[in-house]
């Protein structure tokens, strides 16, 4: 049994789509960022990062949405979301992983929290067109590795596709979008059919017609 500590739509549903794709027992413990509970006392102790997601696996608490993924799919190969060890696929696994983590999902975090990088609010229009190239470039590096590709590492989904999608939804708002992108677009359509998307996404009310073409 795991506990997914999470709010809709935060880094907490890429965990989410692969707890439901590989049908595990979970509760899904609702942390209200609104009131801000992910800076109390009782969830900094298991997150001292104060951040969403947090996963408990047979009472070990695991923070970072790439490092909760990465230990799904270890710990249940069976569901083949990572390839396997001596598999050429894995360093791709892990570097589509990083980058969408280190790359793309630090960028939308500035664009997220631009007051959290800036001493003055006035910038923050600025901040706000810078990290839209910058999210603009990475997705455009996703593009094309999407030429060809039915999914990030190929022929087979894996963690990274449910990561992708996670990020994609959050890039929507900005002007050249995932959608804007043609295989990004495709595949972000094709992704939308996936019946663990469906669901999660029904649960988490996330609103899926931005995919359709
Ligand atoms: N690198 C972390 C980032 C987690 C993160 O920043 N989560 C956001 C929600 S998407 C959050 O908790 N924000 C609330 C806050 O920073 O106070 C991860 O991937 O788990």
Redesign the pocket.
């Known amino acids: 049994m795991y506990q997914l500590y999470y ?1 809709p739509n ?2 907490s549903l890429a965990p989410h789509l692969l707890l439901h794709h590989m049908k595990l027992p979970y509760d899904l413990l609702l942390v209200d ?1 609104k009131e801000k509970v ?2 109390s006392a009782d969830y900094l102790k298991l997150n001292p990062a ?4 947090t996963l408990v696996a047979n009472g070990q608490a695991i ?4 490092a909760i993924c990465i230990h799904l799919c270890e710990s249940h190969p069976e569901h083949k979301l990572i390839p396997e060890i001596g598999s050429p696929l894995r360093p791709l696994f892990f570097q589509w992983l990083t980058y969408l ?1 280190n790359t793309l ?1 630090a960028e939308l ?1 500035v664009r997220y ?1 631009p007051h959290r990088h800036t001493n003055d609010v006035s910038t923050i229009p600025n901040l706000l067109s810078a990290q839209d190239e910058r999210i603009a470039e990475a997705l455009s590096i996703i593009n094309d590795q999407l030429d060809g590709n039915e999914y990030l590492l190929g022929a087979n989904i894996s963690a990274c596709d449910y990561f992708l999608f996670m990020l994609a939804e959050w890039s929507l708002p900005i002007e050249k979008n995932p959608m804007t992108f043609t295989h990004l677009a495709d595949y972000l359509q094709r992704l939308s059919t996936n019946p663990t998307i469906k669901a999660v996404s029904e649960l988490e009310d996330i609103d899926l017609s931005p995919f359709i073409k």
């Open positions: 709010y935060n880094a960022k992910q800076k104060g951040r969403i997601p923070f970072e949405s790439p983590n999902q975090m929290y």
